[in-house]
């Protein structure tokens, strides 16, 4: 089946590692994207990437990082920076094709991130 | 000030209600709007999106957008338990090819009972 499919479904971290999710899509997009679901706050986004080997912060990249080695993959790592990273987190891709298409964002069934 | 402002709820409503679920937004820039549906613990799902002002209807769903007034509207007629779930309202700008780099409202948490 095409899709997001996001790894793991469940991740518990100590206080000082870092931890890299994982986030695979089949769709043959060239846009992928990572949010960040807090309790009341929506959906933030942390890191976007158009095309393989290039990325940006989004509004909330501090402590995170990413890579995009293959249009495929673009995997989180949550460093041990990051202050509060307990949250759920989302992995996104969009086609680029038709400029007038809001309707190709597509997400994964995110990944929560527990810090014990 | 939160460039996307959703009334959370949570809103319970009885089987058969018509549910309105609104935000306003400030930066008119924006020209794509969506609304999203999230049931527990998954990622979420689009359910309509629309490009600039109007309306917009698929089954018991409509959307309307505002632009004049920065806001927007997500209605569900004869609404059924299985609506029951977050429904995020998310916008973006024109340009380029990041779709995905959407503004999203808080979500706001919906229960059908029955």
């Given at each position: 089946?095409?899709g997001?499919?996001?790894?793991?479904?469940?991740?518990?971290?100590?206080?000082?590692?870092?931890?890299?999710?994982?986030?695979?899509?089949?769709?043959?997009?060239?846009?992928?994207?990572?949010?960040r679901?807090?309790?009341?706050?929506?959906?933030?986004?942390?890191?976007?990437?158009?095309?393989?080997n290039?990325?940006?912060?989004?509004?909330i990249?501090?402590g995170?990082?990413?890579?995009?080695?293959?249009?495929?993959?673009?995997?989180?790592?949550?460093t041990?920076?990051?202050?509060?990273?307990?949250?759920?987190?989302?992995?996104?891709?969009a086609?680029?094709?038709?400029?007038?298409?809001?309707?190709t964002?597509y997400?994964?069934?995110?990944?929560?991130?527990?810090?014990? | 000030?939160?460039?996307?402002?959703q009334?959370?709820g949570?809103?319970?409503?009885?089987?058969?209600?018509?549910?309105?679920?609104?935000?306003?937004?400030?930066?008119?820039?924006?020209?794509y709007?969506?609304?999203?549906r999230?049931?527990?613990?998954?990622g979420?799902?689009?359910?309509?999106?629309?490009?600039s002002?109007g309306?917009?209807?698929?089954?018991?769903?409509?959307?309307q957008?505002?632009?004049?007034?920065?806001?927007?509207?997500?209605?569900?007629?004869?609404s059924?338990?299985?609506?029951?779930?977050?429904?995020?309202?998310?916008?973006?700008?024109?340009?380029?090819?990041?779709?995905?780099?959407?503004t999203?409202?808080?979500?706001?948490?919906?229960?059908?009972?029955?």
């Amino acid at each position: 089946d095409g899709g997001i499919t996001q790894s793991p479904k469940y991740l518990f971290r100590k206080e000082g590692q870092n931890v890299t999710l994982s986030c695979e899509q089949n769709l043959n997009h060239d846009a992928m994207y990572w949010y960040r679901q807090d309790p009341g706050q929506g959906l933030r986004l942390i890191y976007y990437s158009q095309i393989v080997n290039d990325f940006q912060k989004g509004d909330i990249a501090e402590g995170y990082s990413v890579s995009r080695e293959k249009k495929e993959s673009f995997p989180l790592t949550v460093t041990s920076a990051q202050k509060n990273p307990t949250a759920f987190y989302l992995c996104a891709s969009a086609g680029t094709g038709d400029a007038s298409a809001g309707n190709t964002i597509y997400f994964g069934e995110g990944s929560w991130l527990t810090v014990v | 000030q939160k460039e996307v402002e959703q009334d959370p709820g949570p809103l319970s409503v009885p089987e058969g209600a018509i549910v309105s679920l609104n935000c306003t937004y400030s930066n008119s820039a924006f020209q794509y709007f969506m609304w999203y549906r999230q049931y527990s613990r998954k990622g979420p799902e689009l359910l309509m999106y629309t490009y600039s002002s109007g309306n917009k209807e698929d089954g018991r769903f409509t959307a309307q957008v505002d632009k004049s007034s920065k806001y927007i509207s997500l209605f569900i007629r004869d609404s059924q338990p299985s609506d029951s779930a977050t429904y995020l309202c998310a916008m973006r700008g024109p340009g380029g090819t990041s779709y995905g780099k959407l503004t999203f409202g808080q979500g706001t948490i919906l229960t059908v009972h029955p």
